[in-house]
């Protein structure tokens, strides 16, 4: 009986062996993935860098304790396994103040050695950035993209510069971000700038972006909604476009100017008929018609949080549309028959809720289907294309 247990025993060993010597491979081919665009360790500016600083360090002293300890585990294991034919009764103790005094000093030292720098760290991301080159952002997270409101930047008419899931901002500058949700909780999340922050309705929160570099154009840092918020989460992208002191003043002078409303009887006109009927009840646009007056179509809306008035419009601002890469939160590339097939069939591209949509109360979930014909799909295209 006892002999067949033993036998048992061994037996299963050539089987635990093939499977350990699979382990350090999977993790070969687990480091030979790379990056992906949206890694927190390959940080493109200071805050970011002093959160990957401690994670470094964090993951340098985890690796040295837990090769400690296993090494000692395994060491004990093989020291004093079990040998056949052996029936020594092994030498019986009861604790060891030098081991349990040992374990819990060297752990307290090694948290007390960690806590600095991430006590550290934690003051300097939540501090208030000071100084007169700070560029203050409204940020209105929606149900399913992000309203930017540049309330440091207007217009010689008191135009604020609006934008959505796109944001452009100048190199080393810091960019303090005053958030809230005009619906469910979200979190803004650029990975190579800072970390996440929950945008809460009702309330206000802050977060402090600072880049390293202009990005290429065609390269904008990617972001992302990280706090699952309904249907189009996963859609709920952010575009940072970062501009050295030149382009980014550029870029600001052009978005604060209107785009044109096409004159009556040109063949834009019709796109501007059934934008200016149907679009406009939930996107705002600034125009300058052939008189040179300047209006802003579409509802203006807002809600106070913690005080602070924020821009909470129904859709995306869409007075500079054509000047942005992509639409529908920064996930589709924005063309001409790409965007054709968004008026046509909005849900066909980005699951959403217009169904459910209640303006009279403020609650828009989603572009809805509007019923055009192909005729005036390429007439509203052509139109805002012009918008750029
Ligand atoms: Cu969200």
């Known amino acids: 009986m006892g002999e067949a247990i033993v036998r048992a025993r061994y037996q299963t060993t050539p089987r635990l062996g093939r499977l350990l010597r699979v382990v350090p491979v ?18 493109e500016g200071p805050i970011a860098r002093d959160i990957d600083g401690v994670w470094d360090l964090v993951l340098m002293l985890a690796t040295f304790v837990f090769v400690l300890v296993m090494g000692l585990l395994v060491w004990a294991m093989w020291r004093y396994r079990e040998r056949p034919g052996d029936e020594t009764e092994p030498k019986q103790l009861h604790g060891s ?15 007390a050695f960690i806590s600095v720098p991430t006590v550290r760290g934690l ?3 939540r501090a208030v950035p000071e100084g007169d080159d700070v560029l203050h952002i409204q940020v209105t997270g929606h149900q399913w993209w992000w309203e930017f409101e540049y309330v440091d930047e207007t217009a010689a008419d008191g135009r604020t510069l609006i934008t959505a899931n ?7 500058v810091p960019v303090y971000l005053t958030m809230t949700s005009a619906d469910v909780i979200h979190s803004f999340w650029v990975p190579v700038l800072n970390g996440k922050r929950d945008v809460v309705p009702g309330r206000v929160t802050n977060l402090t972006l600072i880049a390293d570099n202009p990005t290429p154009p065609d390269e904008p840092i990617p972001g992302q909604c990280a706090e699952f918020c309904g249907l189009a989460h996963a859609d709920m992208r952010i575009k940072v476009h ?12 052009e978005q604060l100017l209107p785009s044109e409303q096409p004159a009556p009887e040109t063949a834009l006109d019709a796109g501007w008929q059934t934008f200016n009927t149907l679009c ?30 924020f821009r909470s419009s129904f859709g995306p601002n869409l007075t ?69």
């Open 242 to 253: 970062v501009h050295d002191a030149a382009g980014y003043a550029a870029w600001v002078d």
């Open 123 to 125: 003051l300097d991301i």
């Open 166 to 172: 796109e944001l452009h901002i100048p190199e080393d």
């Open 320 to 388: 500079h549309l054509f000047s942005r890469d992509t639409f529908g939160s920064g996930t589709f590339t924005l063309d001409a028959d790409h965007l054709a097939e968004w008026i046509d069939n909005p849900e066909s591209l980005k699951p959403m809720w217009a169904d459910r949509n209640d303006l009279a109360n403020g609650r828009v979930l989603g572009m809805p289907d509007l019923g055009l014909s192909s005729a005036q799909i390429e007439e509203v295209v052509d139109l805002l294309e012009t918008w750029r």
């Open 280 to 309: 406009t009840a939930c996107h705002q646009v600034t125009l300058e018609d052939v008189e040179g007056e300047v209006t802003t179509h579409g509802p203006e809306r807002y809600i106070t949080s913690d005080d602070i008035e």
């Open 97 to 111: 103040s030098v081991i349990e005094v040992g374990g819990v000093v060297f752990s307290v030292v090694l948290l």
């Open 26 to 43: 999977i993790l070969l081919l687990a480091a030979c993935s790379g990056s992906g665009p949206q890694t927190a360790l390959e940080p």
